[in-house]
Structure formats: C-alpha cells, structure tokens
C-alpha cells in the first residue's frame, strides 16, 4: 500500500479509501465508529476524530498487508479477524473502542514471530 495514493487535498480522502476496499464510505463510516455524515460533510471529514480514525485503519491495514498479500484481504481481516486476547473482538472493534494501540502492539508481536 502507498499511503499517497489516498491523499487528496493534503488529507486522506474517503471516497479513495473506500474505492481502494472496493466498499462504500456509509460502510467505512460504520467500521470506524462514526457519526454517519462524518464523509459526507466537508466539516466532519476535516474533523481531527474522522482523520484520525481513517488514518488508524490505514496503518493496521498496512501492516496486515504485508501478512495477508493484498490491501482486500487485510480489510477482510480487519473487520472479521478475532485476535487472540482481545476476547474475541476484531481490529476494527478495537479501533472504534479507542484501542488502535494494542492493536498495533498486537500486529508487531506476531509478526515477529511472537504469540498472539
């Protein structure tokens, strides 16, 4: 993934995020745990909680990219793959929790070849 791709206008752009993921911004809204027009609306998409959000997603994404081969796979990943002692919670439930960072520290230890 090349994080340069998704910037427009110096910001992460929703609409090619989503059409990277072949999904819809209403779909990526839902995943982050977002208010609903927080990509329909120029004042949300700018707001510091949306761009943070997008940005999160983006770097675990990137991260699972490189296990899982393709940018498609990692989002199924993302949104379906429980992670062992998280209690069965899922990257993108930990994200809109908060907890990008464990998420992170998750990545890294196994992708060392540590245990989950």
């Known amino acids: 993934m090349q994080f340069q ?3 427009e206008d110096e910001k992460f752009s929703p609409t090619l995020v ?3 993921l072949r999904t819809t911004k209403a779909e990526m809204v839902s995943t982050l745990g ?3 027009d927080a990509f329909t609306r120029a004042s949300r998409v700018r707001a510091e ?3 943070f959000r997008l940005r999160q997603m983006l770097e675990i994404l990137n991260r699972v990219e490189e296990d899982t081969g393709s940018l498609l796979a990692a989002y199924a990943c993302f949104r379906g793959q429980p992670l062992t002692g998280f209690g069965g919670a899922t990257p993108d439930q930990l994200l809109r929790e908060g907890r990008a960072d464990p998420v992170h520290a998750y ?3 196994t992708m060392a070849g540590g245990y989950s």
């Open 5 to 7: 791709d998704f910037i």
């Open 18 to 20: 989503a059409n990277a």
């Open 34 to 36: 977002l208010a609903k």
């Open 49 to 51: 909680k949306t761009k």
């Open 107 to 109: 990545l890294e230890r």
